[in-house]
Each structure stands twice: as structure tokens, then as C-alpha cells.
């Protein structure tokens, strides 16, 4: 069966649909909303959040403050100090009195000179390891022509006085080559706070290091150096102790030997800890010298400041 006009029923209906589909699509143009992308505006710098520098590290600064009678002063407050990087001061962010555990090299002249002295020496040693509390530990450095490490890192001191009792002096003076061998140990330490206790009656006369040398050793390994210096020619451990805020004690009568190893070990429990983020920080691998000094009101009482003089930055 035929129909008639077919052709142009079907060419009416593909025209009705066309407009159909065209009327639909714009009506849904008009209706939905416009979007427009607008590319985010970067904040100029004045109206940027502050940034931290994560590279700064807080520099620590021990100092010990004594009266006129060495007696260690500890009722100070962050107040009564002022600390200062060059000519710039800083501000004290941390305070505290150091009560840490410390790790301790003793190095100890077993030279000819020290012959009609070891046996008071012994007993100097001995005292001080009694103020020992729980978690320091300590290590021997012998000395005389070379220096020998004798007894490693132990938690024991009856281990070091074992070995002090075998000393028979004999010999030259390496005292800077003693120092750099403790210092080089002071690696394998487990407590961050590390001292030296250097007990000698004379100069050096048979090291290979320099003092110079040895005094940047100690400052690059924050190791701080009590010393007791028997009789004369102290200068040198005088300055080693002052720069790396430790202490010093000069002996003229072996019979005083009692109260300054009570004194020296009282100076080395007793610290105040200053720590600041320079002002000026940089890592620039230099050192940095640094000064303490006490408020007008704690300086008028006539006491006595010794602290560590500087750091190396690292790179």
C-alpha cells in the first residue's frame, strides 16, 4: 500500500523537530548561569604570612656565676643577664640551671714532673668522681711523651681509679696532643653536655697540635674544660677553661688540692644554660664570639661571671 505525499510528510517532520531542538537549546542557554574563570591573584609580599626559619638552630651558652668566696651563685634569673652575639644583644629564649648528666674525659699528666705529686693527684681524681650522679660517664687519657687513651667511655669510676693506680710518671709533657686525643673521643659520647677534667703541673713540650689548634677543637666540639693547674704555668688551661665556659683552679700547695677539686666539680653541677636564636643568624661555618654579662642590680653584688665565649656556625 502507497500513500500519497509521503515524501513531504516526512520532510515536514524533520523540519519540526529541527526547530523543536533549536528552541530547546537556546531556552537552556538563557536559563543557566554564566561562569567565568578569573586567575587567582597572587598575594604581593606585604600582605604575605610570615615565614619561619627552619635553618636557625638555638645557640646554648653555659655560664657560671660565682661569688668572692667561688661559692656558685644559683638564685640569678633570666632578668639579671644580659647576652649579647658581637655587639648585638639577644634575646634569652631559654633558661635553665644545667643539671644534665655529663659525659667526662679525664686527662691526666703522668709526665717525670709530676713524680713527688701522684699520689695527692689520685686523690683529687678520686674526689671528684664521687659527685658523680646517675647517667654520667667518663674516660681516661694518660699523658706523659704521648697520650694513651686508657680506659674508653664506662658508667664506672671504679674502672678509672683502677687504672690511675698503675701510672708510674716518666717522661715529657704532650698536653695538646692529650687534649686533641679527648676531644676525638668525646664522639662515641651518649649526653650532650661534655667536660674535660685536665689535671697538669707544667707547659706543653712534646705535642705535635698547637694550642691555638687545640682551643679550636674544643670550641667546634662545645666540650667545656675544668682544669687544675699544679703550681705554675696554668695560662694556657686558664684560657682553654675561659673561652669554653668552663672553670680553673691554680694549686700552689698540694694540701689545697681537696678544696678546689670540691670547688671545680660544685662549678660543673652548678651552670646556668642561656639559649637564643641569633639575630643575625647565618650559617656561614665562622665563629662567633659571645659575651655575658649581669644586670646593674646582680653586678653591684661583686660576683663573678665565666661563660663560653663563642661557636662555630655550621654551613
Same mark, same amino acid.
Given at each position: %500500500? ?12 524533520? &523540519? ?41 638552630? %638555638? ?8 661569688? %668572692? ?30 643539671? *644534665? ?38 674516660? !681516661? ?19 678509672? %681509679? $683502677? ?17 686533641? !686525643? ?35 677543637? &674544643?670550641?667546634? $666540639?662545645?666540650?667545656?674544660? #675544668? $682544669? &687544675? ?30 678544696? *678546689? ?10 651552670? #646556668?644554660?642561656?639559649? #637564643? ?20 642590680? $646582680?653586678?653591684?653584688?661583686? &660576683? ?7 661557636? #662555630?656556625?655550621?654551613?
Amino acid at each position: %500500500m502507497q500513500f500519497r505525499g509521503s515524501n513531504n510528510v516526512v520532510t515536514g517532520f524533520v &523540519l519540526f523537530a529541527f526547530f523543536v531542538t533549536a528552541f530547546a537549546t537556546s531556552a537552556f542557554c538563557q536559563d543557566t548561569p554564566q561562569v567565568n574563570i578569573v586567575p587567582r591573584v597572587r598575594p604581593t609580599p606585604e600582605h604575605s604570612a610570615p615565614s619561619i626559619r627552619l635553618d636557625v638552630k %638555638m645557640v646554648m651558652i653555659p655560664a657560671n656565676v660565682t661569688d %668572692m668566696q667561688d661559692r656558685p651563685k644559683l638564685d640569678l634569673h633570666r632578668e639579671d643577664f644580659h647576652l649579647f652575639e658581637g655587639a648585638i644583644e639577644q634575646k634569652i629564649e631559654s633558661f635553665a640551671i644545667d643539671q *644534665a648528666p655529663v659525659s667526662l674525659g679525664i686527662v691526666f699528666d703522668a709526665s717525670g714532673s709530676m713524680r713527688n705529686k701522684i699520689d695527692k693527684s689520685f686523690s683529687a681524681v678520686e674526689q671528684f668522681l664521687k659527685t658523680s650522679l646517675p647517667g654520667d660517664e667518663f674516660f !681516661l687519657v694518660q699523658f706523659s711523651d704521648v697520650p694513651k687513651l686508657r680506659i674508653p667511655f664506662t658508667p664506672d669510676a671504679d674502672d678509672i %681509679m $683502677a687504672s690511675l693506680s698503675l701510672v708510674q710518671p716518666q717522661g715529657w709533657t704532650a698536653m695538646f696532643d692529650a687534649i686533641c !686525643l679527648a676531644v676525638n673521643q668525646m664522639r662515641f659520647a651518649k649526653n650532650p653536655r661534655k667536660a674535660l677534667l685536665i689535671l697538669s703541673d707544667g707547659g706543653d713540650n712534646n705535642s705535635r697540635y698547637s694550642g691555638g689548634e687545640v682551643i679550636n677543637l &674544643l670550641r667546634e $666540639a662545645d666540650v667545656r674544660v #675544668y $682544669a &687544675l693547674g699544679l703550681f705554675d704555668n696554668a695560662r694556657y688551661l686558664k684560657k682553654a677553661a675561659e673561652d669554653t665556659g668552663g672553670a680553673m683552679a691554680v694549686i700552689h700547695h698540694l694540701n689545697d688540692l681537696p678544696d *678546689a677539686i670540691d670547688k671545680l666539680s660544685t662549678q660543673l653541677r652548678s651552670q #646556668y644554660l642561656l639559649g #637564643y636564636y641569633p639575630v643575625q643568624g647565618q650559617n656561614d661555618g665562622k665563629f662567633h664570639k659571645v659575651k655575658v654579662l649581669l644586670s646593674e642590680a $646582680a653586678g653591684s653584688l661583686k &660576683l663573678h661571671t665565666s661563660w663560653r665565649h663563642g661557636y #662555630y656556625a655550621p654551613y
